[in-house]
């Protein structure tokens, strides 16, 4: 809270004074400040810096009932296209004059439940979430807060309120037809354990469904440590991968930074890719684009996620018709890796 040196907090009635206008002056000013004239507002925007005064916003959500501020819950921050996804829907939430509140869940539900909880009673005016698994306590919350909610990452017909991504299903796919089309035949899928993670889960089927259309035997690991977000992860089973005496001659990662540490350690022993293992991710991270060889992998429009969510719960809040759903869709990116 803003003190004044002498003790207590700065109130509107001190900048008020200090820019010679009236308190409700200040308070149009600060929020709506095409409603005061341009020198008007410096005034006040001067006192305001000058005093180090800090608006009570909790003061004005309580008069409009708006808070300005969206919460995000995303799995992790390590991963690069949950933050492209954070950027799009910041960039387009500033736009027009409301915060993102930002907390990762480290993949459990339990913790995305009780951030939930704790984000809900600080009335914010929208959420976004990711993937369509939550737990029935988060769920019934989310619908008696009565706020526009979006799902995000996935698409199915158990959203609570609106949805924006793409199926992970045909995603992966489509890459493992794409893999199985370049010739490649003991084809193997890394990932997390499927009941942890539902969108690895929706990945590892679309590649089951692939290799059954192809007549083939699917090849399943498990990373155990990390939930994929590790490139030691993908360094760690590439023994695995090669071992037995019909080792996989390429494999799919769950995304491309296991990829990225399989693509590493091959370099580092001297395993030729794809010569010996092809090796293709899901993301279309910017390291998929830098290494070397370049990674083969399915892009999916991160960034354009968050701002399409964003765009959904302007639109709601402003009483204009948002689709229910919003398929972004996916496109397979073949590079030399695989």
Same mark, same amino acid.
């Given at each position: $809270?803003?003190?004044? $040196?002498?003790?207590?907090?700065?109130? $509107?009635?001190?900048?008020?004074?200090?820019?010679?206008?009236?308190?409700?002056?200040?308070?149009?000013?600060?929020?709506?400040?095409?409603?005061?004239?341009?020198?008007?507002?410096?005034?006040?925007?001067?006192?305001?810096?000058?005093?180090?005064?800090?608006?009570?916003?909790?003061?004005?959500?309580?008069?409009?009932?708006?808070?300005?501020?969206?919460?995000?819950?995303?799995?992790?921050?390590?991963?690069?296209?949950?933050?492209?996804?954070?950027?799009?829907?910041?960039?387009?939430?500033?736009?027009?004059?409301?915060?993102?509140?930002?907390?990762?869940?480290?993949?459990?539900?339990?913790?995305?439940?009780?951030?939930?909880?704790?984000?809900?009673?600080?009335?914010?005016?929208?959420?976004?979430?990711?993937?369509?698994?939550?737990?029935?306590?988060?769920?019934?919350?989310?619908?008696?807060?009565?706020?526009?909610?979006?799902?995000?990452?996935?698409?199915?017909?158990?959203?609570?309120? $609106?949805?924006?991504?793409?199926?992970?299903?045909?995603?992966?796919?489509?890459?493992?037809?794409?893999?199985?089309?370049?010739?490649?035949?003991?084809?193997?899928?890394?990932?997390?354990?499927?009941?942890?993670?539902?969108?690895?889960?929706?990945?590892?089927?679309?590649?089951?469904?692939?290799?059954?259309?192809?007549?083939?035997?699917?090849?399943?690991?498990?990373?155990?440590?990390?939930?994929?977000?590790?490139?030691?992860?993908?360094?760690?089973?590439?023994?695995?991968?090669?071992?037995?005496?019909?080792?996989?001659?390429?494999?799919?990662?769950?995304?491309?930074?296991?990829?990225?540490?399989?693509?590493?350690?091959?370099?580092?022993?001297?395993?030729?890719?794809?010569?010996?293992?092809?090796?293709?991710?899901?993301?279309?991270?910017?390291?998929?684009?830098?290494?070397?060889?370049?990674?083969?992998?399915?892009?999916?429009?991160?960034?354009?996620?968050?701002?399409?969510?964003?765009?959904?719960?302007?639109?709601?809040?402003?009483?204009?018709?948002?689709?229910?759903?919003?398929?972004?869709?996916?496109?397979?990116?073949?590079?030399?890796?695989?």
């Amino acid at each position: $809270m803003t003190r004044r $040196m002498g003790g207590g907090a700065i109130r $509107m009635q001190d900048v008020a004074r200090a820019a010679g206008v009236s308190a409700i002056t200040v308070s149009r000013a600060l929020g709506a400040p095409d409603r005061v004239s341009p020198e008007t507002r410096a005034r006040v925007e001067a006192a305001v810096r000058a005093l180090g005064y800090v608006p009570n916003l909790a003061a004005g959500t309580l008069k409009s009932q708006r808070s300005r501020i969206v919460v995000a819950i995303v799995p992790t921050l390590a991963n690069a296209i949950f933050a492209e996804t954070v950027e799009g829907m910041t960039e387009a939430l500033r736009a027009e004059g409301y915060q993102l509140l930002l907390a990762h869940s480290g993949y459990a539900p339990e913790t995305e439940e009780s951030l939930v909880t704790a984000f809900l009673g600080r009335r914010p005016d929208a959420i976004v979430l990711t993937g369509l698994h939550h737990t029935a306590a988060a769920r019934a919350q989310i619908r008696a807060a009565g706020i526009p909610v979006v799902e995000t990452w996935e698409l199915g017909g158990a959203a609570i309120d $609106m949805n924006v991504g793409f199926s992970n299903r045909d995603a992966a796919r489509a890459l493992t037809t794409a893999l199985v089309a370049r010739g490649y035949r003991r084809i193997a899928f890394v990932g997390v354990d499927p009941a942890a993670e539902p969108r690895a889960r929706r990945r590892e089927q679309g590649y089951r469904d692939a290799m059954a259309e192809a007549g083939r035997r699917p090849l399943i690991h498990r990373l155990v440590e990390d939930r994929g977000i590790s490139m030691r992860s993908g360094a760690g089973m590439l023994d695995a991968l090669l071992a037995g005496p019909r080792p996989a001659d390429a494999v799919m990662f769950t995304n491309d930074y296991i990829a990225f540490g399989a693509l590493a350690e091959c370099a580092r022993r001297g395993i030729a890719v794809p010569g010996r293992l092809a090796i293709a991710g899901f993301g279309d991270f910017e390291v998929a684009r830098e290494c070397h060889p370049a990674l083969t992998t399915v892009r999916v429009p991160g960034r354009e996620m968050g701002r399409r969510a964003a765009t959904l719960i302007l639109d709601r809040l402003a009483g204009r018709p948002a689709p229910p759903r919003v398929d972004l869709g996916f496109d397979v990116v073949l590079r030399d890796s695989a």
